[in-house]
């Protein structure tokens, strides 16, 4: 997989099924991912977070797992509606850039389709 | 309250033109970040504003894009003699302070004919 990208560009999935969206970092030593949702000609939308000190976290219908030893994110969507049709983007912190601050790595990202 | 703010939503001009692209980020976020997001493509970090500090402008493409941001709020992304590649949508984010959760903004589409 690239750096912070996404092993499937696209994914198609039927009402009610469950999604996972994956995706490959390559900071080591990132200490903090968050997933995203974009909409058709809106910004960025933040779903879930991450820090590096836990390997599962879950939100409503969705759930983030990082494994830090191959350096994978997931995340599940369970139950997935038309609505959640959109691309989405994994990001790492990849900390202090040249100028000190710390930044965000996004994927190339995911859409997914959901079929009604 | 409001979220982030941009202006203008879209935005044409031609080659060798310059432009501004404002942002409003959300009341109170100390952190404000610029991005680039071209089609099809993934968020490219342009620039990074915490508080008075001195910005971080590692990620801008070239010396003709520049920013500031006036009395720790609004942010203005100016682009001088615009090329077609900088064609992209240019996305504003705040946060409430680094390392945290990024709100982005509506983007503005710029195209440049």
């Known amino acids: 997989g690239e750096s912070v990208g996404l092993h499937l560009p696209t994914l198609s999935v039927q009402e009610g099924d469950n999604s996972i969206i994956n995706c490959a970092y390559s900071n080591s030593a990132s200490d903090y991912f968050i997933w995203y949702k974009q909409e058709s000609g809106k910004g960025p939308q933040f779903i879930i977070d991450i820090r590096s000190n836990m390997d599962k976290r879950q939100g409503q219908r969705v759930t983030v797992l990082l494994n830090k030893t191959v350096k994978h994110l997931s995340l599940q969507i369970a139950a997935t509606q038309p609505g959640d049709s959109a691309v989405y983007f994994c990001?790492?912190?990849?900390?202090?850039?040249?100028?000190?601050?710390?930044?965000?790595?996004f994927g190339k990202g995911t859409k997914l389709t959901v079929n009604p | 309250g409001a979220g982030v703010s941009q202006s203008p939503s879209n935005k044409v001009t031609e080659k060798g033109k310059d432009v501004e692209l404002r942002c409003d980020p959300i009341s109170g976020h100390t952190a404000l970040y610029w991005y680039r997001q071209s089609l099809g493509q993934g968020l490219e970090f342009l620039i990074y504003?915490?508080?008075?500090?001195?910005?971080?402008k590692s990620g801008l493409p070239s010396d003709r894009f520049s920013a500031e941001r006036t009395g720790g709020s609004v942010s203005t992304l100016t682009i001088q003699r615009t090329q077609q590649e900088d064609s992209a949508v240019y996305l504003c984010?705040?946060?409430?302070?680094?390392?945290?959760?990024?709100?982005f903004g509506p983007g503005t589409r710029l195209t440049v004919l």
């Open positions: 504003f915490q508080g008075n500090s001195a910005p971080d």
């Open positions: 990001a790492e912190n990849w900390g202090p850039t040249q100028g000190g601050s710390e930044k965000l790595v």
């Open positions: 984010a705040s946060s409430r302070r680094q390392g945290y959760e990024q709100f």
